[in-house]
Nanobody, 126 residues
Framework: QVQLVESGGGSVQAGGSLRLSCVAS????????MGWFRQAPGKEREGVAI???????IYADSVKGRFTISKDNAKNTLYLQMNSLKPEDTAMYYC????????????????????WGQGTQVTVSS
């Protein structure tokens, strides 16, 4: 049974930092692509950052230079370091995973990821 469990969300002021974690279990972690997505109220879920099985990364333009995605294979844990947070970063953040051969069809499409965590809320106040 594949499980993804996020943590690390919270409330911060603009300019602050948070680090999200996603612990994965039940699958071939090292052979999967993983990503962070977010969904604000009334908006579509959007991709934020993606990391593939070789640890290559891509970022949404809105977070480039501020967010960093990484993973620790020994701990089966995915991270998202978020710096210089803005009020528009406020959203529920989800981690997602799937085989890279699947996710790679469109890394930014939520439809290419079968496994999802329950989400962790990030709130940034001005």
């Amino acid at each position: 049974q594949v499980q993804l469990v996020e943590s690390g969300g919270g409330s911060v002021q603009a300019g602050g930092s948070l680090r999200l974690s996603c612990v994965a279990s039940g699958y071939h972690y090292k052979r999967y692509c993983m990503g962070w997505f977010r969904q604000a109220p009334g908006k579509e879920r959007e991709g934020v950052a993606i990391i593939d099985s070789d640890s290559s990364t891509i970022y949404a333009d809105s977070v480039k230079g501020r967010f960093t995605i990484s993973k620790d294979n020994a701990k089966n844990t995915l991270y998202l370091q978020m710096n210089s947070l803005k009020p528009e970063d406020t959203a529920m953040y989800y981690c997602a995973a799937d085989w890279c051969v699947v996710a790679g069809r469109d890394f930014w499409s939520r439809n290419e990821y079968y496994y999802w965590g329950q989400g962790t809320q990030v709130t940034v106040s001005s």
